[in-house]
């Protein structure tokens, strides 16, 4: 039976059996000549890299499209994804028959309907746990207000219209009168994102968005 060859120190190419470590540099100085050698890139850096091929992807859309494509459900999945986090316990609702607040129980991951205390999964779907809005407009003065915002379930927020009386008894037992004002003399006013801006947002609430799945894997 013929022998295995013997395996030897691997070698650069252009480099012989046996070669130093300066000859080694010497020979991936060739290879990178006129060049510079790849360089791991700094956690900063990666997160510039990425930052920049979010504006170049911006720059393809008007400021509008970009906001509702890529930005709002972001943020909207945010904020169920945070409710959703909260440690196990309780979370306020208004409750049938009575219609005032009640303490719901839930799980770490799940969100509780601020207008009729359904509960389930953060994640649950177009069928389970919405982003609700108190005041109900895509201004943009309110469109990423996190106070205007609270989990509703599909039926409330979309086949009766956010409850939006329930809702603001909710706001004002819950949030109180003064974020309530504030949010309908903010509804009013005139908003405007650029770019810049709107990638930065996006950065933010992604970042936002893993550090609250992260808190639920970890219950």
Known sequence: MASKPKSGPTTLPGTI?????????????RIY????????????E????ARQRMLEQARQYQTSTYMRK??????????????????LGVAPAMMPPIDAISWVPREVGQCVCVTCGTVKAWDSGIKGIHCGHFLASRRNSILLEEDNCAPQCSHCNYYRSGEQQLFRRWMLAVR??????????????????????????RI????RLKAAEERMKGL
Not at 46 to 49: E, G, H, I, L, P
């Open 33 to 44: 000549a006129g060049r510079k050698r790849p360089t791991k890139l700094s956690e900063e």
């Open 70 to 87: 890529f930005v709002a459900p972001l943020f909207q999945q945010m904020i169920r994804a945070e409710f959703g986090a909260e440690p």
């Open 204 to 207: 933010g609430y992604a970042a």
């Open 17 to 29: 059996s046996g070669a130093t470590a300066e000859d080694a540099g010497k020979v991936l100085d």
């Open 46 to 49: 990666k997160a510039d890299r």
């Open 176 to 201: 109180g009168l003064e974020v309530v004002e504030r949010l309908e003399r903010l509804k009013n006013e005139v908003r405007s994102f650029g770019r810049e801006e709107l990638v930065d947002l």
